[in-house]
Structure formats: C-alpha cells, structure tokens
C-alpha cells in the first residue's frame, strides 16, 4: 500500500511529493493533467531564500539593481531578486519524484472515504486510490479540505506584459518591487484602491511590467489593472511594440485556516499557506515541505488510522507559533486595506527603512514570533504620525486578530 496520495499537479503537489519521498515514503499522485505540463504563471523570490535551500541555481534571472519608489526619488533595496526559472524547478522536483518512486495517476478525484486503516479516493471515472493519508495540493478551492466559513475574502490581483516596448520601462538591469508613483492617474482614480507597478528588465530588449493590486476585497477587475498600466507607460511615453505573453495573476488573500482536525492534509493554497500581508508562497512551500513530509512520517511511524496521521501532519505544519505570526500577518493585512496610497506610501517608505533582517524576514516568513513582534512595534515608533493612527485604529476594528495571535489558536 502507498504511504500518501498528493492530490494535484502544481508546484505545491510537486514540492510536497518530492519532500515526501525525501522523507523515504512510497507516494502516489492524482492530478488533471501530466505533472510535467507548463506552469502559466511568473515566481519572484529573494535569492537568499533560496541559499539557505541549496536551491539559487534555479533561478533564470537575478537582479542587484532592486529598487522600489514610494515618492518621486528610487529607493534602493541592497538584496538579490531573481526569476524562477520555471522549467528548470519543475523538472528538479520531478527528478526527485521519479528517483523515489511516485507514481502519477491523471484524472479528477471525486470522492474521498476513510477506514481504521487507510483513506480510499475515488477519481471521477471509477478508479480507486488508496493510501494510509491524502494530501490534497490541489489550490485555493481545494477539492477534500475543509475550511471555516470565509470572512470577506481580500485578493491579490495583477495584469502583466511580457514584451518589447519603444523605450524602457524601467531602467536597464533594474527589478522594480514597487512603484506607486501616480502622476498619470486622473484625480478620481487616486481616490480609487491604489495600485503599483511591478517590474523588470529581461535583457535583450525584453520587459516584464505588472500593475499590480497588493490585496483589495473584492478583487481590482484585470481590466482596471490593464487600463491603469497602459496609462502608466504612456506617462512615460512608453508605447508596446511586441507582446509575448500576458500574465493574469489573483489568488485570495485571507483565506481562513483549515479544520485541523480533518482526516485529510493540505498543502500550498489548499492549506492557506499564502502570506497574508505580501501574497508571497513559493518560498514558503519549499522550506515547509520537508518539515510537513517529515510529519507525515513520524505519524505514519507512530499512528494506526488516517485521522490519527494527519493530525500529526497538521500540528507539523500549523504548530502554535506558526499560528501566532499567521494572525499578526492577517492584522497587518487587514491594516494596510484599510490606507489610502499616501497613508500606503508612507507605510512602506518606513517599512524598507527598517533594519533588513527585519523587512527580509517579514517578506520571508522567517522570523520567530517574538522577532516579528518587535519588527512591528520598531516600525510603529519610526512610522509617521498617519500611519501611527491608520495602525491604531486597526487595533479597534481588528483586535481579534492580535487575541488570536496571543491565545495561537485557530
């Protein structure tokens, strides 16, 4: 019998049966398509993350001239931002898949059953599947994980050209992480739900510019988004030329946890492993997989039924510390929607100003919780006075959040 069933074919499903045969277990997988297909969308990550994974040469692109602007003058960002080189990262974790052995199944889950002794899915055309416990990887609407009611969910959203234009859109060699510049708004649309642009030089002429909507409930239409990006690069005098490809990117935001007392374990999206207050996840996928796979397999070592196991897996994945940074995460998020694009502006000018463990960490996901605590309470004494009161009044409207950060509790 196999150890685990992953559900899904994405880099979540990927990064979590490579970390499980890692872990030495005989997985199977069910995915909607070959695990081998294309992945559509673009991954930026700090390349010190992936140092610490032994992982930097899967990087496509790498930028030292990083800024961001939060006011007419550049600020510069003294850290690495690289590409993922999106085939490259697919084909190593399939490598470690093919070395322990999965095997892939394709087709659509649609039932789930559990035993004392092992979890049975179901695909859509009658096949049956069998493990002692089920990983579903399979995104945001997760097919077998259970989650609380949602609360209004805030998303994520950003239209991207990949292309050639009549002059640079940003300077060469440059990775521009923000840019809420506005001049080329029109007065009512700065009074609309800020937006930034994302951006970076490709070399051989070729650009990648993204407006982008930090979080907004509910989501900025891709239409806005397009409209406000071509209005950008026209204030530059900036025409397209060539279009390779476009990029829509939306995904939530503040999706609640899950029920971690299910028989089931997610991963990725399906176990809102989205950063709450950046939308950043690849990074964290890749450094928590091994921990979840190695969860797995203590409880596979130690438990007799699926509820037994998957309990295990889900205090590796979600233990009380994780918990506690999640909700201030969530606080932070639910702060920041609340800011205008000055109040905003400000926010991350003081942000970026902090000590780069600080700012690097926050991003990352990798401070401890009481490294977080004191990251927010130095940017709180160093903000100006709006954001001081735009934090403070987040305190009364949102305080649950931070009583949840305490009790670390879902």
Same mark, same amino acid.
């Given at each position: 019998?196999?150890?685990?069933?992953?559900?899904?074919? *994405? $880099?979540?499903?990927?990064?979590?049966?490579?970390?499980? /045969?890692?872990?030495?277990?005989?997985?199977?997988?069910?995915?909607?398509?070959?695990?081998?297909?294309?992945?559509?969308?673009?991954?930026?990550?700090? +390349?010190?993350?992936?140092?610490?994974?032994?992982?930097?040469?899967?990087?496509?692109?790498?930028?030292?001239? /990083?800024?961001?602007?939060?006011?007419?003058? @550049?600020?510069?960002?003294?850290?690495?931002?690289?590409?993922?080189?999106?085939?490259?990262?697919?084909?190593?974790?399939?490598?470690?898949?093919?070395?322990?052995?999965?095997? #892939?199944?394709?087709?659509?889950?649609?039932?789930?059953?559990?035993?004392?002794?092992?979890?049975?899915?179901?695909?859509?055309?009658?096949?049956?599947?069998?493990?002692?416990?089920?990983?579903? @990887?399979?995104?945001?609407?997760?097919?077998?994980?259970?989650? =609380?009611?949602?609360?209004?969910?805030?998303?994520?959203?950003?239209?991207?050209?990949?292309?050639?234009?009549? @002059?640079?859109?940003?300077?060469?060699?440059?990775?521009?992480?923000?840019?809420?510049?506005?001049?080329?708004?029109?007065?009512?649309?700065?009074?609309?739900?800020?937006?930034?642009?994302?951006?970076?030089?490709?070399?051989?002429?070729?650009?990648?510019?993204?407006?982008?909507?930090?979080?907004?409930?509910?989501?900025?239409?891709?239409?806005?988004?397009?409209?406000?990006?071509?209005?950008?690069?026209?204030?530059?005098?900036?025409?397209?030329? +060539?279009?390779?490809?476009?990029?829509?990117?939306?995904?939530?935001?503040?999706?609640?946890? =899950? /029920?971690?007392?299910?028989?089931?374990?997610?991963? !990725? !999206?399906?176990?809102?492993?989205?950063?709450?207050?950046? *939308?950043?996840?690849?990074?964290?996928?890749?450094?928590?997989?091994?921990?979840?796979?190695?969860?797995?397999?203590?409880?596979?070592?130690? /438990?007799?039924? $699926?509820?037994?196991?998957?309990?295990?897996?889900?205090?590796?994945?979600?233990?009380? %510390?994780?918990?506690?940074?999640?909700?201030?995460?969530?606080?932070?998020?639910?702060?920041?929607?609340?800011?205008?694009?000055?109040?905003?502006?400000?926010?991350?000018?003081?942000?970026?100003?902090? =000590?780069?463990?600080? #700012?690097?960490?926050?991003?990352?996901?990798?401070?401890?919780?009481?490294?977080?605590?004191?990251?927010?309470?130095?940017?709180?004494?160093?903000?100006?006075? %709006?954001?001081?009161?735009?934090?403070?009044? @987040?305190?009364?409207?949102?305080?649950?959040?931070?009583?949840?950060?305490?009790?670390?509790?879902?």
């Amino acid at each position: 019998m196999f150890d685990v069933l992953v559900i899904g074919g *994405g $880099p979540a499903a990927l990064s979590m049966a490579a970390a499980l /045969c890692g872990a030495g277990l005989q997985v199977q997988g069910l995915a909607p398509h070959p695990p081998s297909a294309p992945w559509p969308n673009t991954y930026g990550i700090w +390349e010190d993350e992936l140092e610490t994974l032994g992982l930097s040469h899967l990087l496509g692109h790498r930028w030292q001239n /990083c800024v961001a602007y939060f006011g007419s003058q @550049a600020l510069a960002l003294p850290r690495v931002y690289g590409l993922i080189d999106k085939a490259q990262l697919q084909d190593h974790l399939l490598a470690q898949c093919q070395r322990g052995g999965v095997v #892939w199944h394709q087709g659509f889950a649609d039932s789930l059953e559990h035993d004392s002794q092992q979890a049975r899915v179901t695909t859509q055309a009658g096949a049956a599947l069998n493990a002692r416990v089920v990983v579903d @990887a399979s995104g945001h609407k997760p097919i077998f994980v259970r989650r =609380p009611q949602a609360w209004p969910v805030a998303y994520q959203a950003a239209y991207g050209i990949v292309g050639r234009f009549s @002059a640079p859109p940003v300077a060469p060699h440059q990775f521009v992480l923000m840019d809420y510049r506005s001049d080329h708004l029109s007065a009512d649309q700065r009074h609309q739900p800020p937006t930034f642009l994302y951006a970076m030089d490709l070399g051989d002429g070729i650009f990648f510019v993204e407006e982008t909507s930090l979080a907004h409930c509910p989501a900025i239409s891709f239409k806005t988004l397009e409209q406000r990006l071509r209005q950008r690069l026209a204030w530059q005098q900036v025409q397209v030329t +060539e279009v390779h490809h476009i990029e829509h990117c939306l995904f939530p935001m503040n999706l609640p946890l =899950p /029920c971690l007392d299910q028989p089931v374990v997610g991963f !990725g !999206g399906a176990a809102s492993m989205v950063h709450p207050a950046t *939308g950043y996840t690849l990074g964290a996928m890749l450094r928590r997989a091994p921990t979840l796979a190695q969860g797995i397999a203590t409880g596979l070592d130690t /438990c007799t039924t $699926p509820h037994a196991v998957a309990q295990a897996a889900w205090q590796a994945l979600w233990p009380s %510390d994780r918990l506690r940074k999640h909700y201030l995460y969530l606080f932070g998020l639910q702060a920041l929607m609340t800011f205008d694009e000055a109040r905003l502006r400000h926010f991350f000018n003081t942000f970026f100003h902090l =000590p780069q463990g600080d #700012w690097a960490g926050f991003l990352a996901d990798t401070l401890a919780p009481a490294q977080l605590v004191r990251a927010m309470l130095r940017l709180f004494g160093r903000a100006p006075n %709006d954001v001081r009161v735009g934090l403070m009044g @987040a305190v009364g409207r949102h305080g649950h959040l931070l009583w949840r950060a305490i009790r670390s509790s879902p």
